[in-house]
């Protein structure tokens, strides 16, 4: 789904993984958030982004660097700025895009 894309599906499946308890990790999130990115789904990728902190799962710099282009695409730049802000707050190696 990510790589082409379609991110409605990929948040279609997290959320069936999420409602038959199946266990998620960072590789799955940032598939996911690749694929928002790619749709210039800006709102669904910040989303996703928070749900992994309220989950515990460590976020990377991928993580980020999706969330901030999917930003970026859709001309919102405060948020990829406080994303990319965030970045050391949250103690996640910054790089450049």
């Known amino acids: ?15 069936q993984m999420v409602d038959g308890h199946v266990e998620r990790d960072i590789i799955l999130y940032n598939s996911v958030i690749s694929a928002c990115e790619k749709s210039g789904e800006w709102g669904q990728a910040l989303q996703l982004l928070f749900e992994m902190a309220d989950g515990h799962l ?12 999917a930003c970026e695409k859709k001309g919102q730049w405060s948020w990829a700025l406080q994303l990319f ?9 910054r790089d450049t895009i």
């Open 1 to 15: 789904c990510a790589k082409a894309g379609q991110w409605g599906g990929a948040v279609q499946l997290l959320q």
């Open 85 to 93: 802000s965030d970045m050391t707050d949250s103690h996640v190696t």
């Open 58 to 69: 460590e976020r990377s710099t991928n993580s980020y660097n999706s969330a901030i282009s």
